[in-house]
């Protein structure tokens, strides 16, 4: 749908761009590589007179120095000849005869208090040269190779990114994510019952079949994580391990018996050969909030509608933050009350309304719960009535908190992701 609006809708139009601007006191019309053409080159002649003014600059501080260096090899003769000439004018010429230095370096030893006429202020002095003669070389250089003014420019971009830089607010879609529209016909929509194994099977049963046969067939060691009524029309997000998320629909799946394994998520999305299914959220549109929960007790709240998308994209990269594991997922439509729990045996119970939501789909979310070093968050389960004797004893007024270890009476209640 979306490609039919781009290409018969004023949605989208093309339009060539130019640029009227001044180029040397003249007037020109440049596209846009032109345009950036012209602004290198500006710029190259920008880091050039920059270049040239702090290499004259150092070359006449050196300048200075290399005549202080002759005053170096005897203090005595030059404070003797400042003493003894008579007029003031005659002290620079004096000083040039004496050393053979020109008027400047003169100007510039005569200008020294007599106070720093001493061998130890000259030393420092002269510690320079070393240092300047290294730029200079440094500078004459740069000035002498395009391509080294053109990586002083992109140290500087960096620097200005660095510091000004912010994080993109819009994805960057290339063409082979979007997939051209086909001329089909919506899939029906029925009720049926959808169900997904923990090893990354999905079953998609009519209420009649399951009706007639509710025996799942399973791999050894696998298990149902996912059951429920739906319709033909339901969306799928599909999040594995490699924080990514498929979109599909139960429509793309086959109907089968309880009797059969089912499809293979994995293959039938294309999914990387390491990459696993992790969980599987059916949602009808998208409002509400995703619940993350990660092994080190942070909660991401993120809105559905961060997952929706104007392409028929079917996967999206960055679902959920990659600083921690996560142990579970949550869909929800309204804040309700969660429990978690962590290896060392300590229960937390929450609302999710104490946590603000974000768009961000791989925001690392708040601290929830506090977790000692060396243990871990390990299961997150909607509160149910009556789990908890006491249900005050887990909660805490201030998150994140510690939780508590099960009281006696709750002792032999178990949590399940």
């Known amino acids: 749908m979306i490609r039919t609006l781009y290409k018969k809708t004023p949605l989208e139009d093309p339009f060539p761009c130019n640029f009227n601007v001044l180029i040397g006191g003249t007037p020109m019309t440049l596209g846009v590589k032109d345009l950036l053409n012209e602004w290198i080159a500006y710029r190259q002649e920008c880091v050039k007179r920059r270049t040239y003014f702090e290499l004259g600059k150092a070359k006449d501080k050196l300048h200075l120095l290399k005549g202080l260096e002759k005053i170096l090899l005897d203090i005595d003769k030059a404070i003797k000849i400042v003493r003894e000439t008579e007029e003031e004018a005659d002290v620079v010429p004096n000083?040039?005869?004496?050393?053979?230095?020109?008027?400047?370096q003169a100007e510039y030893v005569a200008e020294i208090k007599l106070r720093h006429l001493n061998r130890e202020y000259i030393l420092k002095r002269l510690d320079d040269i070393e240092n300047l003669e290294k730029s200079i070389a440094e500078m004459e250089d740069l000035l002498a190779h395009k391509n080294k003014i053109s990586k002083v420019i992109i140290k500087e971009l960096q620097k200005v990114s660095e510091k000004y830089g912010r994080d993109r607010k819009t994805q960057i879609v290339y063409d082979d994510e979007i997939e051209e529209d086909e001329a089909e016909e919506a899939a029906p929509d029925y009720n049926v019952m959808i169900f997904c194994t923990r090893e990354g099977y999905f079953k998609k049963i009519t209420p009649q079949s399951w009706r007639m046969g509710n025996t799942h067939k399973l791999k050894e060691?696998?298990?149902?994580?996912?059951?429920?009524?739906s319709t033909n029309n339901t969306e799928l997000l599909?999040?594995?391990?490699?924080?990514?998320?498929?979109?599909?629909?139960?429509?793309?799946?086959?109907?089968c018996k309880a009797s059969v394994l089912g499809d293979f998520v994995k293959s039938?999305?294309?999914?990387?050969?390491?990459?696993?299914?992790?969980?599987?959220?059916?949602?009808?549109?998208?409002?509400?909030?995703l619940l993350t929960f990660f092994e080190n007790g942070k909660v991401a709240k993120v809105d559905m509608s961060a997952f929706e998308t104007k392409t028929n994209r079917k996967k999206l990269l960055n679902a959920y933050s990659g600083k921690s594991v996560p142990v579970g997922f949550r869909y929800v439509t309204e804040d309700r009350d969660f429990v978690?729990?962590?290896s060392n045996g300590r229960y937390l119970l929450f609302n999710s309304g104490a946590i603000l939501s974000k768009t961000t789909?791989?925001?690392?979310?708040?601290?929830?719960?506090?977790v000692k070093k060396g243990h871990k968050v390990t299961a997150v389960q909607e509160y149910e009535?009556?789990?908890?004797?006491?249900?005050?004893?887990?909660?805490?007024?201030?998150?994140?908190?510690?939780?508590?270890?099960?009281?006696a009476?709750?002792?032999?209640?178990?949590?399940?992701?």
Do not use: C, H, W
């Open 385 to 407: 009535e009556g789990r908890f004797v006491k249900p005050s004893r887990y909660q805490s007024k201030n998150l994140p908190a510690a939780g508590a270890i099960l009281s």
């Open 238 to 255: 599909f999040f594995t391990d490699k924080q990514q998320v498929y979109k599909s629909r139960v429509s793309d799946f086959d109907e």
């Open 409 to 417: 009476e709750d002792q032999g209640e178990q949590m399940t992701m």
């Open 340 to 342: 978690l729990s962590t």
């Open 221 to 229: 060691g696998d298990e149902i994580v996912l059951a429920m009524e």
């Open 95 to 104: 000083l040039m005869i004496g050393f053979g230095i020109d008027e400047t």
């Open 268 to 289: 039938k999305l294309g999914m990387d050969e390491d990459e696993n299914l992790l969980a599987t959220i059916p949602l009808t549109k998208y409002a509400g909030y």
């Open 361 to 370: 789909k791989d925001t690392q979310g708040v601290q929830v719960m506090t």
